[in-house]
């Protein structure tokens, strides 16, 4: 059996200094946040580091601040925390509402936004709402901090774009614009406990005529990573979300899936999917834009 150095450091300077000790074998240094993600790859056998840092002791990494307006998450920052969040689930329901599909109630005490970003699963629930919702990740790492749209981190299935060093510290949400509403809804095949099939997430903002005059859409679990999908959050723009413009988003949509098939569907399937699953979202988010 392999022995495991287990630390916990108390702030963000001691696990950059542990990261940047781990040298040419980085690969042997993972960071742990909730473990729901990492413990299950050990189990199985998928990993097995050497030593394993800790992120839930560090102050920035946990917790849940007004910013600017909007907030920012701890990127260790359970699930269950953000969905009691009463702040947060006024200004963005729909990544409250992706946080609170994570799993189960068991899971999502530990599972956090942070480790569902860095996990790199195409189905990653939390992924297309933060997209929808215009989110940023802060990352810190030995050369400083730098900040990217959420879309930007993961680069395939189990991919990201960290550097060697670097830990994501929080997730931005932006301030919520006056009149906007956001929603996630994904598809799985049974009724809990599963992984999306397809995932879709849209944030729209409307005008005093009810016209939308921002969307952004993105979707999950149909390519190797999150889309942003411009077009289709283009197809609702200058709209009422009449039938015509809900017939664009979806078929703009579908257009942009690059899905495999596998046990949960067909590629055919989830292209499908994805269209109504969109139209859903933006008539949810519409609702919560006018209310
Ligand atoms: C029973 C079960 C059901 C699940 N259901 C769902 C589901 O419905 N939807 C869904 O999307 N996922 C689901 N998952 C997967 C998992 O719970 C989520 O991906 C979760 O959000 C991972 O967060 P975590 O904090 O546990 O990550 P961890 O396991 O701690 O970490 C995951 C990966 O990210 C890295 N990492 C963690 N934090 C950081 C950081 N701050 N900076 C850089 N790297 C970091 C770790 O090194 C590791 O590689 C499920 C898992 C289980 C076990």
């Known amino acids: 059996m392999t022995e495991l150095d287990f630390q916990a450091p108390a702030d ?21 946040a909730g473990g729901t993600d990492l413990m299950v790859q050990m189990r199985s056998g998928r990993a097995d580091p050497a030593r394993i840092v800790d992120l839930k002791r560090i102050p920035g990494l946990m917790g849940i601040e007004a910013d600017a307006g909007g907030f920012l998450i701890g990127a260790a920052t359970s699930c269950a925390r953000i969905g009691e969040h009463a702040g947060l689930a006024a200004a963005w329901p729909g990544v409250v509402e992706a946080a609170r599909l994570i799993g189960s109630t068991q899971v999502q005490g530990r599972a956090s936004l942070g480790g569902n970003l860095c996990n790199a699963s195409p189905a990653a629930d939390s992924v297309p709402a933060l997209i929808a919702a215009g989110a940023t990740c802060l990352i810190a790492g030995p050369a400083g901090r730098r900040e990217i749209a959420v879309e930007a981190l ?14 994501v510290l929080a997730i931005r949400l932006p301030a919520r614009a006056a009149h906007s509403g956001d929603a996630y809804l994904r598809l799985i095949p049974r009724t809990e406990m599963d992984i999306a099939v397809v995932g879709a997430g849209v944030a729209l903002t409307i ?28 197809a609702l723009l200058g709209s009422t979300l009449d039938e015509p413009a809900l017939a664009r988003l979806a078929a703009a949509a579908s257009a942009a899936c690059r899905p495999i098939d596998d046990k949960r569907g067909t590629a055919e399937y989830r292209i499908r999917v994805a269209g109504v699953l969109a139209r859903r979202a933006a008539r949810i988010a519409y609702e919560r834009a006018t209310a």
């Open 154 to 167: 993961p680069l395939g299935p189990g991919r990201h774009c960290l550097a060697p060093g670097e830990l």
């Open 207 to 234: 005008d005093a005529q009810g016209r939308v005059v921002a969307a952004r859409v993105a979707l999950g679990a149909v390519a190797p990573t999150a889309l942003r999908v411009d077009a289709a959050a283009q």
């Open 12 to 32: 963000l300077a001691g696990a950059l200094a542990l990261l940047a000790s781990a040298g040419a074998g980085a690969g042997a240094t993972r960071l742990l």
